[in-house]
C-alpha cells in the first residue's frame, strides 16, 4: 500500500512553489518527518530525490527534527548517488555542521563519527564528478569543519589549488572566498 508521504511525493516537481507546499504539509504534520528521512536515503525510490528536495526546505524551518536521525542520516551519505538527491543533503549537511558549531540552545549535536563521516562524504563530494552546487556546500561544510580539525585546511587548500583552473566562475568565486579565509 502507498503512504500518504508517497502519495504527495508522487506529484512534487521541481518548481520551487510546489516543493514548498510539500515541505509546509511535513512541517505541519511532523508524523511524516521519519518517513520523509527514511525515503531521503532510499536510492531506489522512485521519489528519492523529491524526498531530499523536501527535507532541505524543512530542514532551513525545524533543523532540530533531525537529531534523533542523526546517525541514520550520516552513516547514508555515502550511499547517495542521483545528483537531484545529493545537492540538497549537502546543502542540510552544511546546516548540521554550522548548527553544531554555533553552540547555543537550538544547536545539533553531532559525534565524532557523524563528523568523521560527514568530512569523508564532504571530501568525496569535492573530489567527484558532482555538480558545482554540491562541490560549493561542500566546501563550504569542509571550511567549518577545517576550523576545528587542522588537518582540514591543508588538504582543502590543496584540492582548490589545483582544482581551480578546471571548474565553472561559481566553484572559482566559492574556492576563492574559502581560499581567503584560511590563508
Keep these: 500500500m502507498i503512504s500518504e508521504l508517497q502519495k504527495k511525493l ?4 521541481a518548481y520551487r512553489e510546489n516543493r514548498l507546499k510539500v515541505a509546509q504539509e511535513i512541517l505541519e504534520n511532523p508524523r511524516f518527518f521519519y518517513e520523509l528521512v527514511s525515503i531521503c536515503f532510499s536510492p531506489s525510490d522512485k ?3 523529491k524526498a531530499c528536495w523536501i527535507l532541505e526546505f524543512v530542514s532551513y ?6 537529531q534523533p536521525h542523526l546517525d541514520f542520516f550520516f552513516s547514508n551519505l555515502k550511499n547517495l548517488k542521483d545528483e537531484s538527491a545529493i545537492r540538497p543533503i549537502a546543502k542540510v549537511t552544511q546546516l548540521l ?8 540552545e537550538n544547536s545539533i549535536v553531532l559525534s565524532e563519527t557523524n563528523l568523521q563521516d560527514c568530512i569523508e562524504t564532504s571530501f568525496d563530494w569535492l573530489i567527484n564528478d558532482v555538480k558545482v552546487a554540491t562541490k560549493a556546500y561542500s566546501i563550504r561544510t569542509l571550511y567549518v569543519l577545517g576550523n576545528y580539525y587542522d588537518w582540514i585546511h591543508p588538504e582543502l587548500k590543496i584540492i582548490l589549488d589545483k582544482d581551480y583552473g578546471d571548474h565553472s566562475a561559481a566553484y572559482k568565486a566559492v574556492a576563492r572566498e574559502v581560499l581567503k579565509k584560511i590563508k
Design 10 to 13: 508522487d506529484y512534487v516537481s
Design 47 to 49: 521519489n528519492n530525490h
Design 61 to 66: 524551518e525545524e533543523l532540530i527534527w533531525l
Design 97 to 104: 555542521v554550522k548548527s553544531h558549531y554555533k553552540k547555543d
